[in-house]
Protein backbone atom coordinates (compact mmCIF):
# COMPACT_ATOMS: atom_id res chain seq x y z
CA UNK A 1 0.00 0.00 0.00
CA UNK A 2 2.99 2.59 0.50
CA UNK A 3 6.43 2.54 -1.56
CA UNK A 4 9.73 4.24 0.49
CA UNK A 5 12.66 5.19 -0.80
CA UNK A 6 15.60 6.52 1.54
CA UNK A 7 18.26 9.06 0.15
CA UNK A 8 20.83 11.63 1.88
CA UNK A 9 23.62 8.93 2.63
CA UNK A 10 26.96 9.05 1.92
CA UNK A 11 30.65 9.02 3.09
CA UNK A 12 31.15 11.61 6.15
CA UNK A 13 34.25 12.10 8.81
CA UNK A 14 33.59 11.46 12.45
CA UNK A 15 31.67 14.33 13.73
CA UNK A 16 29.91 15.05 10.85
CA UNK A 17 26.43 15.78 9.63
CA UNK A 18 23.88 14.10 7.38
CA UNK A 19 20.27 14.24 6.76
CA UNK A 20 18.26 11.13 5.49
CA UNK A 21 14.79 11.73 3.68
CA UNK A 22 11.92 9.22 3.15
CA UNK A 23 9.43 9.44 0.19
CA UNK A 24 6.59 8.01 0.70
CA UNK A 25 3.90 7.20 -1.86
CA UNK A 26 0.55 7.20 -2.05
CA UNK A 27 -1.81 9.83 -0.15
CA UNK A 28 -2.72 8.52 2.91
CA UNK A 29 1.08 8.75 4.77
CA UNK A 30 -0.47 10.49 7.96
CA UNK A 31 -1.93 6.95 8.25
CA UNK A 32 1.56 5.72 9.03
CA UNK A 33 4.12 5.57 12.12
CA UNK A 34 7.50 6.04 10.63
CA UNK A 35 10.84 4.47 11.70
CA UNK A 36 14.45 4.31 10.98
CA UNK A 37 16.84 1.14 11.07
CA UNK A 38 20.07 0.78 10.66
CA UNK A 39 22.24 -2.55 10.04
CA UNK A 40 25.54 -3.36 9.33
CA UNK A 41 26.51 -6.99 8.13
CA UNK A 42 26.61 -9.33 10.88
CA UNK A 43 24.32 -7.64 13.23
CA UNK A 44 20.25 -7.62 13.92
CA UNK A 45 18.39 -4.60 12.23
CA UNK A 46 18.60 -2.05 14.73
CA UNK A 47 16.14 0.10 16.16
CA UNK A 48 17.39 4.41 15.31
CA UNK A 49 14.39 6.16 16.08
CA UNK A 50 10.45 6.35 15.56
CA UNK A 51 7.88 9.52 15.03
CA UNK A 52 4.17 9.15 15.96
CA UNK A 53 1.60 9.79 13.04
CA UNK A 54 1.25 13.60 13.75
CA UNK A 55 4.74 13.71 14.18
CA UNK A 56 4.32 14.84 18.00
CA UNK A 57 5.50 12.19 19.56
CA UNK A 58 9.22 10.56 18.95
CA UNK A 59 11.23 7.95 20.30
CA UNK A 60 15.11 7.55 19.63
CA UNK A 61 17.65 4.57 20.49
CA UNK A 62 20.12 5.84 23.78
CA UNK A 63 23.26 5.07 20.99
CA UNK A 64 21.14 8.37 19.01
CA UNK A 65 19.75 10.48 21.76
CA UNK A 66 20.79 14.07 21.78
CA UNK A 67 22.84 13.55 18.16
CA UNK A 68 19.81 12.64 15.71
CA UNK A 69 16.37 14.05 15.00
CA UNK A 70 13.72 12.52 13.56
CA UNK A 71 10.70 14.70 11.90
CA UNK A 72 8.03 14.17 9.16
CA UNK A 73 6.28 16.73 6.77
CA UNK A 74 2.72 15.15 5.94
CA UNK A 75 2.03 17.46 3.48
CA UNK A 76 5.68 16.67 1.85
CA UNK A 77 4.99 12.59 2.31
CA UNK A 78 8.41 12.94 3.86
CA UNK A 79 10.59 11.81 6.83
CA UNK A 80 13.57 13.29 7.40
CA UNK A 81 16.29 11.91 10.10
CA UNK A 82 19.00 14.16 11.15
CA UNK A 83 21.97 12.55 11.95
CA UNK A 84 24.54 15.48 13.94
CA UNK A 85 27.75 14.40 15.49
CA UNK A 86 28.32 11.27 13.27
CA UNK A 87 30.39 8.72 15.05
CA UNK A 88 32.08 5.68 13.08
CA UNK A 89 29.69 3.26 15.08
CA UNK A 90 26.67 5.02 13.20
CA UNK A 91 28.28 3.23 9.83
CA UNK A 92 25.56 1.31 8.74
CA UNK A 93 22.59 0.96 5.64
CA UNK A 94 19.46 3.11 7.05
CA UNK A 95 15.96 1.75 5.91
CA UNK A 96 12.71 3.74 6.44
CA UNK A 97 10.32 1.63 7.79
CA UNK A 98 6.33 2.37 7.90
CA UNK A 99 3.28 0.63 9.74
CA UNK A 100 -0.40 1.94 10.26
CA UNK A 101 -0.80 3.03 13.59
CA UNK A 102 -0.64 6.19 15.92
CA UNK A 103 2.08 5.88 18.35
CA UNK A 104 5.81 5.08 17.70
CA UNK A 105 7.15 1.71 17.63
CA UNK A 106 10.65 0.05 18.49
CA UNK A 107 11.31 -3.04 16.77
CA UNK A 108 11.59 -4.14 13.49
CA UNK A 109 8.41 -6.55 13.97
CA UNK A 110 6.32 -3.61 14.44
CA UNK A 111 6.39 -2.77 11.05
CA UNK A 112 5.08 -4.18 7.54
CA UNK A 113 6.61 -1.52 4.60
CA UNK A 114 10.18 -0.96 4.75
CA UNK A 115 12.39 0.91 1.51
CA UNK A 116 15.56 -0.28 0.00
CA UNK A 117 18.31 1.42 2.76
CA UNK A 118 20.63 4.22 1.86
CA UNK A 119 24.26 4.16 2.97
CA UNK A 120 25.71 5.77 5.69
CA UNK A 121 29.94 5.35 6.31
CA UNK A 122 31.47 7.58 9.01
CA UNK A 123 35.25 7.60 8.68
CA UNK A 124 37.19 8.32 12.10
Known amino acids: QVQLVESGGGLVQAGESLRLSCAAS????????MGWFRQTPGKEREFVAS????????SYADSVKGRFTISRDNAKNTMYLQMNNLKPGDTAVYYC?????????????????WGQGTQVTVSS
Open 97 to 113: AANVGIQTRTTAPQYEY
Open 26 to 33: GRTFSNYV
Open 51 to 58: VSRNGAGT
